[in-house]
């Protein structure tokens, strides 16, 4: 920490059974007004209850980044949600249904990517799932490992 601070810039944070906040986030601790008046102007009855809900101290610290759940990069979707609970920008109630449907069929999307990234590793958990995987008669496509390795 510099300067003798006991709060860090910066922190990932991960809870796999949150439920009202993104599972994977990053918190930046700093402080921005315009940001930390968005935080608190939106929907007043949303507002309401994240005062409540946060002990809320009125710092962008306060705000949680989505880093696209437990395994996945964040989304649009995580980017919409994230504005709907944190900003408490105001939606039709049906909005969150449909981020999350969304949310679900674009990772779907993304584990058929990355099966064929690997499809050897894939085959192997299917089989620990009880399924039966065969290999192509032609052998098994070569892993793609420079997208695995990519920074």
């Not at 921005?32 to 962008?60: C, I, K, P, W």
């Not at 990517?113 to 070569?142: F, I, K, M, N």
């Amino acid at each position: 920490m510099p300067f003798g601070k006991s709060e860090p810039i910066w922190r990932y944070d991960y809870f796999p059974d949150a439920d009202w906040k993104p599972v994977s986030y990053l918190h930046v601790h700093g402080h921005r007004d315009e940001a930390v008046h968005l935080m608190v102007s939106g929907d007043a009855q949303r507002n309401r209850r994240r005062l409540a809900r946060d002990n809320f101290r009125s710092g962008l610290s306060d705000l949680h980044f989505p880093l696209g759940g437990d395994r996945f990069r964040p989304c649009l979707e995580d980017v919409l949600e994230m504005l709907i609970q944190e900003f408490g920008i105001d939606c039709q109630d049906t909005a969150l249904d449909a981020i999350r449907a969304s949310r679900e069929a674009w990772r779907t999307k993304q584990i058929a990517a990355a099966v064929r990234d690997h499809p050897e590793s894939a085959a192997a958990s299917l089989r620990e799932l009880g399924y039966s995987v065969a290999r192509p008669q032609a052998g098994a496509p070569q892993a793609r490992t420079d997208r695995l390795r990519r920074y």
